[in-house]
């Protein structure tokens, strides 16, 4: 099993799993698929996220944000309201994850309106800017 937190860059961990898988991952495109399939999904972090906030925020409200078909898209992953301060958390998956348009301008209006943001995509892969 690969300890992602060692690597921090995409292209570090491609290149690690190009040397360490042989036959089996020789192209790029094959090490991606292969990283893909061996990360964590967005719903682990979520869980940690939400866990986390309620364990060191006991007051706050926290709630993992819905996704379907009837709802507003952009809203971020976890919310919380932490001292009466609205937090947006969007979660994406280490090395991979990226903020979509919806979600780069849903960030805007949350600031706008005077909240705070994290995308959290690993402290080892970088790439999210974030506010608070």
């Not at 364990?55 to 706050?60: F, L, N, R």
């Not at 971020?76 to 903020?99: M, N, Q, S, T």
């Not at 209006?109 to 608070?132: L, T």
Request: proline share 3%.
């Amino acid at each position: 099993m690969i300890n992602f937190k060692e690597f921090k860059t995409k292209a570090e961990i491609i290149k690690h799993i190009k040397m360490m898988s042989g036959e089996a991952c020789r192209t790029t495109t094959q090490a991606e698929k292969y990283l893909r399939a061996h990360l964590p999904k967005e719903s682990y972090y979520q869980g940690k996220i939400i866990n986390y906030l309620k364990e060191s925020y006991p007051g706050a409200f926290v709630w993992k944000a819905s996704a379907g078909a009837y709802c507003r898209q952009g809203i971020p992953d976890v919310c919380a309201i932490i001292d009466g301060k609205f937090y947006g958390f969007e979660v994406k998956r280490p090395y991979i994850g990226i903020l979509s348009e919806i979600q780069e301008r849903t960030i805007e209006q949350i600031q706008a309106a005077g909240g705070g943001w994290h995308c959290w995509s690993s402290m080892f892969s970088g790439g999210c800017k974030e506010n608070d």
